[in-house]
């Protein structure tokens, strides 16, 4: 059996890798020419603990090649990017392309599993017609597939192994092929229903998630008015045995959390209230915090502002939709001067510091915006004796501020 996947990005490369070193001959395909050269010399264009060795050891053994160009194979995976695009509804254009990218070569007793994530009824009325280009019968001859992916960045390759698997098919037999193929990796249960419910239920955990953080934020604001300590109050209600309150922080980022939900909202608006207000609600959060870091250094001349982190959330190298990105755009806009340390993130940035030492230096407020670990172990006695002025505001709750106080910080948390 020979598999493809078309994409190679932070979820086609890691699912190609692991089905080749089950053992199964498998073609990557992806149409930028930089991606395919960087994983030929097995480098790795993502952060993701065990993807450097696991792409060496599929390339070494020789199970795992990569092109341009689709070649002919059993099964294929397409796992493209579906941003949102102008309007917040989903542009499948990445998904028409890969599509039709395969038709030529498609042939009789094939299996075809779109993996991105999709809204509802996607297979059924964007993907089935160009696949019906081929000629085949759909479900009988061609077996057609949703089958969304649901690990966590950072935690990616024990996530594809462990967790249970949604397998949505436009026939039993397409989907009970697809179980097969996801058998030789995944241990968790595989789960079978059609591709609808399939698409659905991967826009409903995100979906779930984003409201659970909506909810967060919007309580750390009533603590801010009302005058409490949200962290603690989360801490108490959540030894409820029923209660899980999320963690509020700067805002909702990544490409998952902060996208899905409008991928419901595009297909049933007046339905989808609570949704689209958790949205918007999680969207306000940078810049309230933004007028939260404005407002600590309103009284100090030509402040210097130092920012901890870029990536939308700890230990990753991502800023997709990152709210510090949010943050950063305000500040610079206004004219504050920044100084900004992410030691994941490769992208350049202007006001990017190479060091924490060098981001502290002659700076009036730190703000911590990423829940990085090596963040928490910071030597804030330290680290205050280069600053100009010392402030501070955390926004994911990381520090001790009575410590902070006692080294002469004045120190602000959000929802508190
Ligand atoms: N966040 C909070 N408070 C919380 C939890 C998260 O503010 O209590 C923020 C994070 O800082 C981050 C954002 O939300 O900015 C999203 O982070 P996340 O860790 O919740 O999720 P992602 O985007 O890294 O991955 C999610 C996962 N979905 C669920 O847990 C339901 C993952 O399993 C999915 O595969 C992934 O989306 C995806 O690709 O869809």
């Not at 190679?8 to 073609?27: D, E, K, Q, R």
């Not at 065990?50 to 060496?56: C, F, I, P, Q, T």
Request: glycine letters at 6%; hydrophobic letters at 40%; charged letters at 25%.
């Amino acid at each position: 059996l020979k598999l493809s996947v078309v994409g190679l990005g932070y979820i086609g490369l890691p699912t190609a890798v692991m089905f080749a070193n089950s053992g199964m001959n498998v073609h990557g395909v992806d149409v930028n020419p930089n991606v395919i050269d960087m994983i030929r010399s097995k480098r790795i264009h993502l952060h993701e603990p065990g993807m450097e060795k696991a792409l060496k050891d599929a390339i070494d053994t020789g199970t795992f090649t990569v092109s341009m160009q689709p070649q002919e194979a059993d099964a294929f995976i397409i796992a493209v990017p579906t941003p949102i695009g102008p309007g917040k509804t989903a542009d499948l254009s990445q998904v028409v392309k890969a599509a039709e990218m395969l038709v030529p070569i498609l042939k009789a007793g094939d299996l075809v599993v779109l993996e991105s994530t999709v809204p509802p009824k996607t297979v059924e009325s964007l993907l089935l017609p160009v696949l019906r280009q081929t000629n085949l019968v759909i479900g009988e001859q061609l077996f057609v597939c949703n089958s969304p992916e649901r690990v966590l960045p950072g935690r990616l390759f024990h996530e594809l192994k462990h967790n249970d698997r949604i397998v949505g098919g436009v026939t039993p037999l397409s989907a009970q092929k697809c179980a097969e193929l996801y058998e030789r990796i995944v241990q968790g249960t595989i789960h079978i229903t059609d591709t609808i419910t399939a698409e659905m239920v991967k826009l409903m955990e995100n979906t779930y998630r984003d409201v659970n953080i909506a909810l967060a934020n919007e309580l750390a604001r009533v603590a801010e008015e009302v005058g409490f300590d949200i962290w603690e109050a989360i801490e108490l209600a959540n030894s409820h045995p029923r209660v899980h309150i999320h963690s509020p922080g700067p805002g909702v980022g990544g490409h998952c959390i902060a996208v899905d939900p409008w991928f419901i909202f595009e297909k049933a608006p007046k339905a989808a209230r609570l949704i689209e207000l958790s949205r918007i609600t999680n969207d306000d959060v940078p810049h309230l915090v933004s007028n939260r870091i404005r407002e600590m250094v309103r009284d100090i001349h030509k402040p210097v502002i130092t920012l901890l982190g870029v990536a939308f959330k700890g230990d990753i190298d991502d800023i997709r939709e990152s709210p510090s990105l949010v943050i950063i755009n305000e500040l610079r806009t206004n004219g504050y001067q920044l100084k900004i340390y992410d030691p994941y993130v490769k992208q350049d940035m202007a006001e990017k510091a190479p060091t924490l030492h060098e981001a502290v230096t002659g700076s009036d407020c730190i703000v911590l915006l990423t829940d990085h670990a090596i963040f928490k172990n910071i030597d804030f006695d330290q680290i205050g004796r280069l600053m100009r002025s010392r402030r501070i505001i955390d926004t994911r709750n990381m520090v001790d501020l009575n410590r902070l106080r006692l080294a002469g910080f004045l120190c602000q948390k959000i929802g508190t």
